[in-house]
Nanobody, 125 residues
Framework: QVQLVESGGGLVQAGGSLRLSCTASGRPSSYYVMGWFRQAPGKEREFVAAIDWSGGTTYYADSVEGRFTISRDNAKNTVYLQMNSLEPEDTAVYYC??????????????????WGQGTQVTVSS
């Protein structure tokens, strides 16, 4: 099993940047495909980005492509989400998650086995 803890959320003005971190414990994060999801009030949890075991392949939702960057440091058991050019529509609770399968299924939350508690990101206009 693996435990995931997110950090780095906060309040930022539109156009600003934030970097989220997700630190894994219990089992090395290198065992897992890692993803970021977000959930805005009244909406379903949606896929944001995913990264494979080595960090060599990434995948993004269309809504964040070109603005967000997912990366990982397996030596630190940490995955990052660098968010630039933030928009009010990016306001949500952001969750990291771990899966054991790579492919087009990484956009589906039901393929992730472990989840963090989430960190709030609020973008003001």
């Amino acid at each position: 099993q693996v435990q995931l803890v997110e950090s780095g959320g906060g309040l930022v003005q539109a156009g600003g940047s934030l970097r989220l971190s997700c630190t894994a414990s219990g089992r090395p994060s290198s065992y897992y495909v890692m993803g970021w999801f977000r959930q805005a009030p009244g909406k379903e949890r949606e896929f944001v980005a995913a990264i494979d075991w080595s960090g060599g392949t990434t995948y993004y939702a269309d809504s964040v492509e070109g603005r967000f960057t997912i990366s990982r440091d397996n030596a630190k058991n940490t995955v990052y989400l660098q968010m630039n050019s933030l928009e009010p529509e990016d306001t949500a609770v952001y969750y990291c998650a771990a899966a054991q399968i790579w492919g087009t299924v990484v956009v589906r939350r039901d393929y992730y086995n472990y989840w963090g508690q989430g960190t709030q990101v609020t973008v003001s206009s």
